[in-house]
């Protein structure tokens, strides 16, 4: 079973625990005019390594927090766990993070130039 670290109760049992899938997707806010496309790629399409991959999760029998992990999907190994709303510190995570199709993706490319 796997054993996660939460970083507010300490090393628990993975079913005390609840997945919600890819980290970091941005968010287009209303003022973002996307076309149907990328109001699709935002809503539905999703990564889904063979490797290292970067996940949130919630401790849901636990302190009830949300964090982010980052996971080898093959053999569950956890390189990092770190707060929302900041980004990963491992070489393992910033690879993970720099390397996800999302970055590319045109909603994103669209939010983030909206930002600068
Ligand atoms: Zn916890």
Redesign the pocket.
């Known amino acids: 079973m796997l054993q996660i670290n939460?970083?507010?109760?300490g090393l628990?049992d993975e079913i005390e625990f609840s997945c919600g899938g890819e980290a970091h997707i941005s968010r287009p806010d209303y003022s973002i005019n996307l076309t149907d496309k990328e109001w699709s790629e935002y809503l539905f399409l999703r990564h889904n390594p063979k490797g290292i991959f970067i996940e949130r999760w919630f401790?849901s029998h636990?302190?009830r927090?949300w964090f982010n992990l980052v996971r080898d999907t093959v053999t569950n190994e956890i390189f990092e766990i770190y707060p929302m709303g900041s980004f990963p510190k491992t070489s393992e995570g910033r690879n993970a993070y720099k390397n996800n199709w999302r970055r590319q993706s045109l909603s994103e490319l669209k939010i983030n130039e909206k930002k600068k």
């Open positions: 939460c970083p507010n109760c628990r401790h636990g302190c927090r």
